[in-house]
């Protein structure tokens, strides 16, 4: 793994999986290759001098590897971390940092159109050639801020009616549902002796 910053590498770090034990968390042996697929759960830092402008950070030679988190901060705090989601034939995204609101911003917008798109486009047209479909669980847990979750679950909404599926919420009553989801940012409303979340509750009665 190495880091160019504005164009010439500064520092290196060489991953050489294999058996027994070693600075990896698991060893993964694949025998239809025979090779060694480790996994090193490891933290890899670097100093960022002042004033550089682009950083690359590149797998330079070898068989692939995975990142699943980065980080920017200053040694004892932490501004902004992004959690990764790699997946095959995908390119990397390209990141900013925002050293005025001291976070990452990322040139992908996972907004509706996203949503329609990659996923729900693929179900819509197996219902168009008559295949079943719906949606059997969905939902977001008690710890996804409470307006980011109704923004993305009327987000899903409308891709389900345009796609002329069902749904089912995971769960009508608990952490992901509309009654005692224990989310520390709702104004609850009392329904015969439970916490009723009612602005998820009217967001669902519109579609």
Not at 107 to 136: I, K, P, S
Not at 176 to 191: A, C, H, M, P
Not at 192 to 204: F, P, V
């Amino acid at each position: 793994l190495a880091l160019q910053i504005d164009g010439e590498e500064v520092e290196s770090h060489v991953f050489t999986p294999g058996p027994g034990e070693g600075p990896w968390k698991e060893v993964q042996y694949v025998a239809e290759y025979d090779i060694y697929q480790n996994i090193y759960d490891q933290a890899i830092s670097f100093e960022i001098p002042a004033g550089a402008r682009t950083l690359t950070l590149e797998n330079a030679e070898g068989d692939w590897l995975t990142l699943k988190e980065i980080r920017i901060g200053d040694g004892e705090t932490v501004y902004d971390q992004l959690e990764i989601f790699p997946q095959w034939a995908v390119p990397n995204d390209v990141l900013t940092f925002d050293s005025e609101t001291q976070q990452i911003i990322t040139q992908q917008t996972q907004d509706g159109d996203w949503l329609w798109d990659n996923y729900f486009q693929h179900w819509a047209a197996l219902r168009e050639a008559g295949v079943g479909v719906m949606v059997g669980e969905w939902g977001a847990h008690q710890h996804t801020p409470h307006d980011v979750t109704l923004r993305w679950m009327e987000d899903c909404l409308k891709a389900y009616k345009r796609a002329g599926m069902g749904w089912t919420l995971w769960n009508f009553r608990g952490s992901f549902g509309i009654l005692n989801s224990k989310r520390t940012d709702v104004d609850y409303e009392d329904f015969h002796g439970h916490q009723l979340d009612r602005k998820m509750l009217e967001l669902l009665q519109r579609y």
